[in-house]
């Protein structure tokens, strides 16, 4: 099994900028894929960011140039940096890491942009 903890969000003006952290714990194996994924009240949850160990990343095109995604191998951590808030970006982040076939998920971590 794997366990992932988030931390870091919170309630922002438009505008400003968040960074959420995410670790894992558990059994982790090479190759696998960590990244943040968001939902939105009454939306379906979408992907935000995702990066490889080799840091190969992905970005939905809503936060290209504003969102960067980075991951630490040794301490199984990834973060996503977050610039430029905007009142669309209001959503539970979630953490996920993949592996074989199998989707693990953090908790969710709350973030509000509202003047």
């Known amino acids: 099994q794997v366990q992932l903890v988030e931390s870091g969000g919170g309630l922002v003006q438009p505008g400003e900028s968040l960074r959420l952290s995410c670790v894992a714990s558990g059994n982790i194996f090479w190759g696998n894929v960590m990244g943040w994924y968001r939902q939105a009240p009454g939306k379906q949850r979408e992907l935000v960011a995702t990066i490889t160990l080799r840091s190969r990343t992905d970005y939905a095109d809503s936060v290209k140039g504003r969102f960067t995604v980075s991951r630490d191998n040794a301490k199984n951590t990834v973060d996503l940096q977050m610039n430029s808030l905007k009142p669309e970006d209001t959503a539970v982040y979630y953490c996920?890491?993949?592996?074989?076939?199998?989707?693990?998920w953090g908790q969710g971590t709350q973030v509000t942009v509202s003047s």
């Open positions: 996920n890491l993949r592996q074989f076939t199998s989707d693990y």
